[in-house]
């Protein structure tokens, strides 16, 4: 789960019965733009020819090939939602589902986008969606409108423990409907919630808040309760350099 804080997961353990325990494990990287090389080059090339990934996260178009991967689903070239500005978790369970069900690999890899922004919240939906014009410049982003003073520290976090809510309900639908032995929950990178004067999660910077991630060990049973939607794969009209400016990043 793309910027995922280890404590904010743990606060949310009581709802979901494969919570039983949250450690703290250090990432390679604050932020994916790091996170993704830095993983594959520690990563041995068997372990990435045996593992598929689907990914909500545009980097993978920089970092990855088609043969990076025993399968890459770059779920984000063709079910980019406009008119939230993001890659909703539903397109990447589905598709995490049919590769688990279907692939020939070992290992599945699969890469939400929440609880990064913009958050998936009603109340968020006037001040984040409406900036989403794809222009040149870095839309700005609800960390960016605390720092500037436009939104309440509390509201944004408020936003961001919802939008984790949101994808852990979808967490929970994979975990029922794919068979694995041992899942893995963790994150690329964690999020800033203001300390040391830091919101989001700025490159190279070495805050326990975005390199410590959460970790929690649980199984996957398919219960066959949830059918996958078929997706159209052709790429989206919104173009790379657009979502990730829509996500806060600079060209």
Not at 48 to 74: H, I, K, M, R
Not at 92 to 106: F, K, L, P, S
Not at 198 to 211: A, E, K, V
């Amino acid at each position: 789960m793309d910027a995922c804080r280890a404590d904010e997961l743990r606060r949310q353990s009581d709802g979901y019965d494969w919570i039983q325990r949250v450690d703290d494990f250090p990432s390679v990287a604050s932020c994916t733009w790091n996170w993704l090389p830095r993983t594959l080059e520690r990563t041995p090339e068997d372990v990435l020819q045996e593992t598929a990934y689907v990914s909500a996260n545009p980097f993978t178009d920089e970092f990855c090939d088609q043969d990076t991967f025993g399968e890459l689903d770059e779920v984000w070239r063709y079910a980019w939602d406009e008119q939230w500005g993001t890659v909703r978790p539903r397109p990447v369970t589905d598709r995490a589902i049919h590769h688990g069900r279907n692939a020939e690999t070992e290992r599945l890899l699969v890469h939400y986008l929440q609880p990064h922004v913009p958050f998936l919240t009603e109340g968020a939906e006037a001040l984040d969606r409406a900036n989403f014009s794809f222009g040149r410049e870095s839309n700005p982003d609800a960390w960016d409108r605390v720092t500037s003073g436009e939104l309440s520290q509390r509201v944004a976090i408020d936003r961001y423990r919802e939008t984790l809510r949101f994808v852990l309900t979808d967490v929970d639908l994979l975990l029922r409907n794919v068979d694995a032995e041992r899942v893995v929950i963790t994150a690329d990178h964690g999020e800033a919630f203001g300390e040391w004067g830091i919101y989001g999660h700025p490159n190279q910077i070495d805050l326990p808040c975005l390199t410590q991630v959460p970790w929690v060990t649980t199984t996957g049973t398919d219960e066959g309760t949830h059918t996958p939607a078929s997706y159209d794969t052709q790429p989206s009209d919104v173009s790379r350099d657009a979502q990730l400016r829509a996500l806060g990043y600079t060209e």
